[in-house]
């Protein structure tokens, strides 16, 4: 079956600290996202892609990057953690013909201390 | 830009009805709804397009206002299973159609 997936689940860092987070789909959809999600907020979109070559800045995108070089993966990086990114980040996916629903990955709980 | 969804926290007993509100300042293309569990991803619900057609899941249903910019979600006869946190996610007409905007959450609890 189809999936998305994201990786590490978890995961602990110190301040200063590069950091990667890995989402996989096998949807073959074009369009990808990262969202964080911080109590009060709700999801808030970090950056996306609508294919291969194609990365747009979202509405939280300062300390945050992405790159898309096939169809299946979007990582994406914290170029230096800081104490305010710990939340927990959500890839998604959409693409099926003629549905704009999104598919959501099981979700990354970062802390960075 | 980010819709506003309301009621914050609804608390119901079984079989009691409930209606989420999600209101935009910005001219829509769509609005999407997803459920969350604690501690697991948001699942989607329904999407509703321009024209406001009324669309149904089991015994959710929605609406949507283009005029207004207003989706409203329908809980009938709740089931313990529908206890989570609901989000609106909004698809503008000047931001493309695959990219959403999410209001903050309507947390729903049914009770007993």
């Known amino acids: 079956d189809a999936e998305i997936t994201q990786s590490p689940r978890h995961k602990i860092t110190e301040t200063g600290r590069q950091v990667t987070l890995a989402c996989h789909q096998t949807?073959?959809?074009?369009?990808m996202f990262w969202y964080r999600q911080d109590l009060g907020h709700g999801l808030r979109l970090i950056h996306y892609?609508?294919?291969?070559?194609?990365?747009n800045k979202g509405e939280v995108s300062d300390g945050y990057s992405v790159s898309r070089s096939n169809t299946e993966d979007l990582p994406l990086t914290l170029e230096s953690a800081a104490s305010s990114q710990t939340s927990v980040y959500f890839c998604?996916?959409?693409?099926?013909?003629?549905?704009?629903?999104?598919?959501f990955g099981p979700g990354t709980r970062l802390t960075v201390t | 830009q980010q819709p506003v969804q309301s009621p914050q926290a609804v608390i119901l007993r079984e079989g009691e009805d409930a209606v989420i509100n999600c209101s935009s300042s910005?001219?829509?293309?769509?609005v999407h709804w997803y459920r969350q569990k604690h501690g697991e991803a948001p699942v989607f619900l329904m999407i509703?397009?321009?024209?406001?057609e009324q669309k149904g899941h089991e015994k959710i249903s929605a609406s949507f206002n283009e005029k207004k910019q207003q989706s409203s979600l329908y809980l009938t006869a709740s089931q313990l299973s529908y206890s989570g946190t609901y989000f609106c996610g909004t698809a503008l007409i000047s931001g493309g159609y695959n990219k959403l905007i999410f209001g903050a959450g309507t947390r729903l609890a049914v009770h007993p």
């Open positions: 910005k001219a829509l293309y769509s």
């Open positions: 949807w073959n959809h074009n369009n």
């Open positions: 998604a996916s959409s693409g099926r013909a003629g549905s704009h629903e999104q598919y």
């Open positions: 892609s609508y294919g291969v070559q194609d990365t």
């Open positions: 509703l397009l321009k024209g406001g």
